[in-house]
């Protein structure tokens, strides 16, 4: 049976909304950029024969508005008989654009593909247009009323801390390990070896994330105000930050990849994506790296690494209690999106970017790659390293 292998991986650095390095960068250029790095990565792989780009974004307001995948496929230097088209699955948009890879390998219909995603929320922060809003989330009295699909992603985060009884010192407890084990990937060079430098219209080149804080301490963190409730326990802290960035992964068929002499990085194992409540979209990745273990008959002691998307410290701690994933040994062994950041269409592809990094780097095999999805879902996919 024909696999898909990922033969790239490439990604921006991460720049902090608003006001960081990458504010000045239009997101269909940094689409662009982070393209042509990886299909530069594969220079045996004639870009004519790209079946298909696929973009995630969880905002298609403005800038990111369109056909962004069609867009970022010209800019990122493939031919005009390259297709591309644009996905949202909010968070997990990018994930299932290399799912989507996947399953076309899978099933024959072409044999390389450009899988990516892109977010700027400092240019295209649009996500609800309120007055667009089905009333049927949003008024409970309604007899017809379904859930609080329209939920800000922080009280679900809080909700979460309550159903599991975290404490605050539990959630900056973990954030802090986050921040540590970032700076220690900055200072080793791990995260060097993954990002693609950008430059700015001005000529500036920007090659490093924005967001990690090696000088924080657990009393900063403590000193921080709940950001939404006044009696919560979750913070800017123990949360990820609003970012920009760019990643893009390159799929291809085992066979073909072959047929052009180009060493494969890893091959898909399998994914899986599933649903709950909305009120608890944090927790999604239980049900999703379970239903994904299950199906490749596998247990999470299989699994060497696990790179979970932080967007919140109190969604990842019951993920962990309740999958047995040991936060030691297994999870985000360089950090996570607490401190490094989370552009939402971005984030599948550059924590696949990561994880292929992370395996080669402690020289393991097995990987998955999960998250939450606002809405209420989880996502999932595992991968073995082949280099």
Not at 187 to 204: C, M, N, Q, W
Not at 232 to 261: F, H, I, Q, W, Y
Not at 279 to 296: D, F, Q, W
């Amino acid at each position: 049976m024909t696999e898909a292998v990922i033969v790239a991986a490439a990604r921006t650095p991460i720049g902090r909304a608003f006001k960081g390095s990458l504010s000045t960068v239009r997101p269909d250029d940094l689409a662009g950029v982070i393209i042509d790095a990886a299909m530069k990565q594969v220079p045996q792989l004639d870009r004519a024969e790209v079946v298909d780009v696929m973009m995630g974004a969880g905002s298609h307001a403005g800038e990111q508005g369109m056909n962004l995948g069609r867009i970022a496929a010209a800019l990122g230097g493939l031919p005009d008989s390259v297709p591309g088209t644009t996905v949202n699955r909010g968070c997990g948009s990018s994930l299932q654009t290399i799912r989507m890879a996947h399953q076309a390998i899978a099933t024959g219909e072409g044999h390389a593909f450009v899988a990516a995603g892109v977010e700027s929320v400092s240019r295209a922060p649009g996500f609800f247009d309120e007055d667009a809003m089905n009333p049927r989330f949003l008024d409970r009295s309604r007899p017809d009323y379904i859930n609080d699909m329209y939920i800000a992603m922080g009280l679900t985060a809080e909700n979460v801390a309550a159903k599991w009884s975290l404490t605050r010192q539990d959630l900056d407890d973990y954030a802090f390990l986050s921040q540590r084990r970032a700076a220690e990937a900055i200072r080793s060079g791990f995260y060097a070896r993954e990002i693609t430098p950008v430059t700015l219209p001005d000529g500036t080149i920007v090659d490093q994330d924005d967001c990690p804080r090696p000088q924080t301490t657990l009393e900063a963190l403590g000193a921080l105000k709940p950001s939404f409730r006044p009696d919560g326990v979750v913070t800017a802290g123990n949360s990820c930050p609003l970012n920009d960035g760019a990643a893009a992964v390159v799929v291809m068929s085992d066979l073909r990849a072959k047929e052009l002499g180009i060493t494969p990085l890893a091959r898909i194992i399998g994914s899986a994506v599933t649903g709950l409540a909305p009120e608890l979209m944090g927790v999604g990745p239980i049900n999703a790296v379970g239903e994904l273990l299950n199906r490749h008959k596998m247990k999470i002691e299989d699994v060497d690494v696990v790179e979970l998307n932080e967007a919140f410290a109190a969604q990842v701690l019951p993920i962990c209690s309740e999958l047995g994933i040991s936060i030691e040994d297994q999870l985000n062994p360089h950090g996570g999106a607490i401190a490094v950041g989370h552009p939402f269409g971005m984030t599948g592809a550059r924590i696949m970017t990561t994880l292929i990094n992370d395996l080669q780097t402690l020289d393991k095999q097995i990987g998955i790659e999960t998250m939450c999805i606002g809405g209420g879902m989880g996502i999932a996919m595992m991968i073995e390293r082949l280099s």
